[in-house]
């Protein structure tokens, strides 16, 4: 049973930092993509960042302000959220796929944890 677990999150002002993790367990860490989208009230769940190797990939909208990473020792995935904007306003989700990361639509990761609240205030 493959799980990933979300943590961090919370509330932030404009312009502040947060920062997310993401514990997976039940997969072979190292051969899968590891990946963060969000969605925003009333809105589709987007893509965010992904990341296998030393391959990383960005959405535009977070590019330059969100950077995402692995602990490959921890079975961890991080995102540091910087120069945060009240857009930035969802839930986050940590999803996983067995495959390359350069895939951004929710349908090519098959697994996915249960979300973070993240909440920027202007």
């Known amino acids: 049973q493959v799980y990933l677990v979300e943590s961090g999150g919370g509330l932030a002002q404009a312009g502040g930092s947060l920062s997310l993790s993401c514990a997976a367990s039940?997969?072979?860490?190292?051969?899968?993509?590891m990946a963060w989208f969000r969605q925003a009230p009333g809105k589709e769940r987007e893509f965010v960042s992904s990341?296998?190797?030393?391959?990383?990939y960005y959405a535009d909208s977070v590019k330059g302000r969100f950077t995402i990473s692995r602990n490959y020792a921890k079975n961890t995935v991080g995102l540091q959220l910087n120069t945060l904007k009240p857009e930035d306003t969802a839930v986050y989700y940590c999803?996983?796929?067995?495959?390359?990361?350069?895939?951004?639509?929710?349908?090519?990761?098959?697994?996915w944890g249960q979300g973070t609240q993240v909440t920027v205030s202007s």
């Open positions: 990341i296998r190797g030393g391959s990383t």
């Open positions: 039940g997969l072979t860490f190292t051969s899968y993509s």
């Open positions: 999803a996983a796929r067995d495959g390359l990361p350069t895939r951004y639509d929710v349908k090519d990761y098959a697994y």
